[in-house]
């Protein structure tokens, strides 16, 4: 009995290995095929494509795309092994290189090419440092080169230290909405505007005169008092100021 109990122990000890053998055998052919087939041109990507309006070259989207392809994955794979190919990477690389990008999908339309679509931020205004002009997004991040001739709202002021920087970070949108709302209440546009480190907010019109609040006042109460004033009989009469202040409770000082 007890020899019994040794072969057949000794059968399934057998059969454990050769299986285990098999599967051995069967991961490195796999390995081996996917290595060979990595080098194969009919399963590389070798042409990349960019579809959507962007304002950056083509040419320089697609090299960037390229650089996120290049080398290998696990040191004998290349990254442009189509079945493989971290198209993740190509969408990052696209959006951390170009911060006007604000998306980029990467996918392949065959086993040898890829396409990325990209879309662009839409800018609503324009800030302003002594480096430059540069285009600002409802968000107000802050990405490519103003062109020298535009008709957007001028913003100066700090920035957060964001890559890219955003001008005043987590309120630009609700701003900018408000400084709307003042333009069509008074009917006169608001062409440039700042933003001091305290912020308080000088709001230039473009036919003179500055309005001037804290960015912490902004809503309906502050907008009445923007209202009441420039539709007033007195200040209609006025015409022409320097600045209307609104800073200080209960009332607004005009000069």
């Known amino acids: 009995m007890a020899r019994a109990r040794t072969r057949l122990s000794e059968r399934r000890r057998k059969r454990a290995l050769l299986s285990l053998g098999m599967v051995c055998a069967g991961i490195l052919i796999a390995m081996l095929g996917i290595i060979y087939g990595a080098h194969r041109p009919e399963l590389t990507i070798a042409a990349i494509q960019v579809a959507g309006e962007t304002t950056v070259p083509e040419d320089v989207l697609v090299s960037a795309a390229a650089g996120a392809l290049q080398g290998n994955r696990w040191l004998l794979i290349p990254k442009r092994f189509s079945p493989l190919a971290p198209l993740h990477a190509v969408e990052q690389a696209m959006i951390s290189s170009f911060p006007q990008l604000l998306s980029a999908n990467a996918s392949r339309t065959s086993l040898t090419t890829v396409v990325v679509a990209v879309r662009e931020r839409m800018p609503v205004a324009v800030w302003c440092s002594s480096e430059g002009c540069y285009l600002v997004d409802t968000d107000g991040l802050i990405f490519g080169r103003a062109p020298l001739n535009h008709a957007y709202r001028v913003y ?94 209960g009332k607004a000082i005009v000069k």
């Not at 701003?175 to 608001?190: K, V």
């Not at 912020?199 to 907008?223: K, N, P, R």
């Not at 923007?226 to 009469?237: G, H, K, N, Q, T």
Request: hydrophobic content about 40%; cysteine-free.
């Open 156 to 249: 100066t002021g700090p920035t957060d230290e964001g890559n890219p920087a955003r001008f005043a970070s987590g309120t630009f949108a609700e701003l900018h909405l408000f400084l709307d709302e003042i333009s069509g209440a008074m009917g006169r546009t608001i062409t440039s505007v700042t933003v001091d480190p305290n912020q308080d907010v000088s709001a230039t019109l473009g036919t003179g005169g500055t309005i001037i609040f804290s960015a912490a006042d902004i809503g309906e109460d502050l907008m009445d008092k923007v209202r009441i004033l420039f539709l007033s009989p007195e200040f209609v009469a006025r015409g022409a100021f320097e600045y209307a202040d609104f800073r200080f409770p």
